[in-house]
């Protein structure tokens, strides 16, 4: 196994660190890496916005639901989807491109070229000995994350990501088996088969809350998850989307 394969398999959220700042250094080492990913045609679209004013970095932490983490950390990153770029190149070479950046594909192709560059920024971080959490809490209150960050149209918070020095290391969280997610030629649609993987994966999951919490919690995977998708959060997205002119056509 190389080192690149050990940091993979090694991951795990991080969510206490040490009061200590990155260095620039570390900060330009992990955007470089984040934009060595591939990128659909070269589009390369999303931004980064590093963090590093305290009041900031403070009302950042209360919108997301009060996560201390994103307020103390050794640098916290916001991810963007970014198409505004796109809209002054059309304008820069007078060609009408709103067709497009208002298309549902150019959407996706933002979506997946941020998660792309985001994915590369945390392995480069857990490579270089720091933690990392990703903050879907940063879609809470979209409107307000847009006016301290200063964000134009066509430009999306999509995630956060504090990185700093560990100070508490967890436990790794047991993944899905991979016959349950890894398919061959087709789709494994036996649901039988499918419910027993659940079953095994839902005991694995109870247990290791268990030891985890000292018998406090023992809820299932599958009866965490039919929780939450019971529940609607965030259902005011496609409104914003629509409102900062990526209109989904």
């Known amino acids: ?18 009061d200590k700042q990155l260095t620039d250094e570390q900060i330009k080492t992990i955007v470089s890496c984040a934009q060595a ?9 999303y931004s980064i916005i590093g963090i590093k004013d305290k009041e900031k970095k403070k009302r950042l932490a209360e919108l997301t639901g009060n996560q201390e983490y994103v307020e103390k950390n050794g640098h916290f990153f916001i991810f963007c989807a970014d198409l ?4 002054v190149i059309g304008e820069k070479e007078q060609r009408n491109v709103t067709p497009a950046l208002e298309s549902t594909e ?6 997946i070229d941020t998660s792309l560059a985001a994915q590369n920024a945390a392995l480069a971080a857990e490579s270089m000995g720091l933690g990392i959490c990703y903050i879907g ?7 307000e994350v847009k006016k301290i960050v200063k964000i134009p149209d066509r430009v999306i918070p999509l995630f956060g990501l504090a990185v700093g020095y560990p100070t508490k290391i967890t436990d790794q969280k047991p993944r899905l088996p991979l016959e349950h997610v890894y398919h061959e030629d087709e789709y494994e649609q036996d649901q039988q088969k499918f419910i027993r993987q659940l079953d095994e994966y839902d005991a694995l999951i109870s247990s290791y809350y268990e030891k985890r919490t000292e018998g406090q919690r023992t809820d299932r995977w599958s009866e965490q998850i039919a929780q939450m998708l019971s529940k609607q959060n965030r259902m005011y997205m496609k409104e914003f989307i629509q409102k900062n002119k990526l209109d989904l056509q």
């Open 106 to 111: 150019k959407f996706m192709v933002a979506l």
């Open 137 to 143: 809490g940063i879609r809470n209150h979209l409107e």
């Open 37 to 45: 990913a591939a990128t659909s045609s070269f589009i390369q679209a």
């Open 1 to 18: 196994m190389n080192q690149v394969i050990s940091t993979i398999l090694n991951h795990r959220t991080i969510r206490y660190f040490e």
């Open 84 to 87: 505004y770029r796109h809209t």
